[in-house]
């Protein structure tokens, strides 16, 4: 028998010896009938865990969505949330309501680099719609990693619409809000400015920021919805003739700057302010960075013969002299080193009108020196010219003054010299030296006089500003100032022309000149303030005198804007001539 045959026939007999054991059909059928079930236990078992697996896989899913409900959005500094994008700022209006910085509604370009398949082509299509886009800085983010990346912030509807007819993938758009300033740089410096991401930098929009503004930004709290407009004092007329006087003296005396303010006296209300070089807040960066220092505010300036006003109030204040005393003006003062002298010196006795009028320093250093150092610092003090000026603006710098101050300190901050202060400063000062003695705070928010009265200080007797306002009268009809003189509106004041300070010495060639005018003397109701940085002579060959650069801004200004303000005219004795032949 084959090998093959003897395995065929062992298979049959273990086949049949197993079914002789089975021992009956009842016992195999059980047998059957427990395998049966035991598959159907393990099928059930299955079932069990995807049911149990699927359940668990929601359950995490489930939780990790709750998780990310919960928890703060994730953000970069390039990619605020979109609630931000979006969120207004208050409109911001001057005091009759003209609009002077809104939110208008625009798109900003970004792209999504791991959709981008050719940078090269997608650069090359971007560069014929935006043309100063940044090759190289946009090659670079779109070849990178990331999954989103600014590429053109604040586009115009026909650059969205441009771009869209490109049909570029990869690239979208996202809404934002841009702020548009309607008067360019008419109010740079008050109303400042924002940055792309519509957050104060400067000025006003700065100071809504610190308001909460910004906080509330911060937390998510801001929407789209309009907010309340923010009303300021200065009136945008007034505004408008302010800046436009001081940005054409730059170019009339070849001056390095220039500013000009216009003060409501017994309010302190700022009604216009301009510095120049100035900016358009529409597009800050576009002249540089020479156009953002408010010079009205931010910088400080030894103020020369306009501090003479506060030195001869003091005087009066202080009951050492009175309008009818006369003062030694006959020789110069020789204190340590250094001489005193006047520029327009008469050589002889000196009114305290004529004090004024000539602008003597001899005579003013004397009338300083009867009232005794502490005495005068603390006038000076009270006035708020050696202190940092409190106000809404933000841009507001220190005054500086001697740490100590000896008789030679004294005397020379008699005149201006010596101390720095903000024309700003100056010119709220010289409101208290007109309007009854009454220190008023500035403000560019309006305030009714009776809101006023509540920041208000008394920082002189009343009858030592009448005595100024007789001097400021004088001092404009017959002195300096008659280059201010406005018909029928009674302009009076003090110029101040004062050596600047150049490698620690005094230049004679280089002069800050300033103004310091009220009107209308009778009742003075607004103090203007202008100064011309290093102006030259009509011939530009040396310095010009405040009483040729400085005031005859003073006079544009009034004449301007006299009748804006409300301010009637007067002519003849007492008023009673209605109209003046020219």
Request: net charge positive; proline share 6%.
């Amino acid at each position: 028998m084959s090998f093959l045959s003897r395995i065929m026939v062992l298979k049959s007999r273990g086949h049949f010896s197993t079914g002789a054991r089975g021992a009956s059909p009842r016992k195999a059928g059980a047998n059957f009938e427990g395998i049966r079930k035991r598959k159907a236990q393990q099928a059930r078992n299955r079932v069990g865990i995807v049911i149990f697996g699927f359940a668990a896989l929601y359950c995490v899913i489930g939780g990790r969505m709750v998780y990310y409900a919960m928890s703060e959005p994730q953000t970069t500094s390039s990619i605020p949330p979109a609630d931000r994008l979006m969120a207004s700022r208050p409109d911001i209006v001057d005091r009759n309501g003209a609009l002077l910085a809104t939110d208008i509604r625009t798109v900003s370009l970004f792209a999504e680099p791991h959709k981008i398949v050719d940078a090269d082509e997608v650069i090359e299509k971007l560069s014929t719609v935006l043309h100063d886009l940044d090759i190289k800085g946009t090659y670079a983010k779109l070849s990178s990693k990331s999954r989103f990346q600014w590429l053109k912030r604040q586009l115009t509807p026909k650059q969205q619409s441009q771009i869209l007819a490109l049909g570029i993938p990869g690239i979208g758009f996202r809404p934002e809000k841009r702020r548009f300033y309607p008067g360019g740089p008419t109010a740079a410096h008050i109303v400042g400015y924002v940055n792309i991401d519509n957050r104060g930098v400067s000025g006003m929009e700065r100071y809504i920021d610190s308001q909460g503004l910004a906080d509330l930004a911060a937390v998510g709290m801001t929407s789209n919805q309009p907010l309340e407009p923010v009303k300021l004092s200065i009136d945008v007329r007034v505004q408008a003739i302010v800046r436009d006087v001081v940005a054409s003296s730059i170019d009339k005396y070849k001056s390095i700057g220039g500013g000009a303010v216009v003060i409501d006296v017994h309010t302190g209300e700022i009604l216009g302010m301009a510095s120049a070089p100035d900016f358009d807040p529409n597009d800050p960066n576009a002249n540089g960075p020479e156009g953002w220092m408010n010079r009205m505010t931010n910088s400080t300036f030894e103020m020369g013969s306009t501090f003479k006003s506060f030195t001869i109030a003091m005087g009066l204040d202080e009951k050492k002299i009175t309008l009818g005393d006369s003062i030694d003006a006959r020789f110069p003062i020789r204190m340590g080193g250094y001489t005193v002298k006047d520029f327009h010196g008469k050589g002889r006795f000196l009114s305290v009108p004529e004090v004024f009028q000539y602008s003597s320093n001899i005579g003013t250093a004397k009338i300083a020196d009867a009232v005794g150092i502490p005495d005068h610092k603390a006038f000076l003090t009270k006035l708020g010219l050696l202190t940092r000026m409190k106000t809404e603006l933000p841009e507001i710098a220190t005054p500086s003054s001697p740490r100590e101050w000896k008789k030679i300190n004294q005397v020379t901050i008699s005149f201006g010299h010596g101390v720095s202060t903000t024309p700003l400063q100056t010119a709220v000062a010289g409101a208290a030296l007109v309007n009854g003695g009454v220190l008023h705070p500035p403000t560019f928010l309006p305030r009714t006089e009776e809101q006023a009265t509540e920041f208000a200080t008394q920082v002189m007797n009343p009858s030592s500003s009448k005595d100024m306002r007789y001097l400021f009268e004088w001092n404009g009809s017959r002195g300096s100032g008659r280059n201010a003189r406005v018909e029928g509106f009674d302009v009076g004041g003090k110029t101040g022309t004062a050596d600047k300070v150049v490698n620690g010495r005094y230049a004679h060639d280089k002069n800050f000149n300033a103004f310091l005018a009220a009107f209308p003397m009778s009742n003075p109701r607004y103090v203007v303030l202008s100064f011309s940085d290093e102006p030259k002579t009509d011939k530009g060959n040396g310095a010009a005198l405040a009483a040729t650069s400085a005031a005859p801004m003073v006079k544009e200004i009034i004449a301007r804007s006299a009748p804006i303000l409300g301010v009637q005219p007067s002519f003849g004795e007492n008023g009673s001539a209605l109209l003046v032949s020219y």
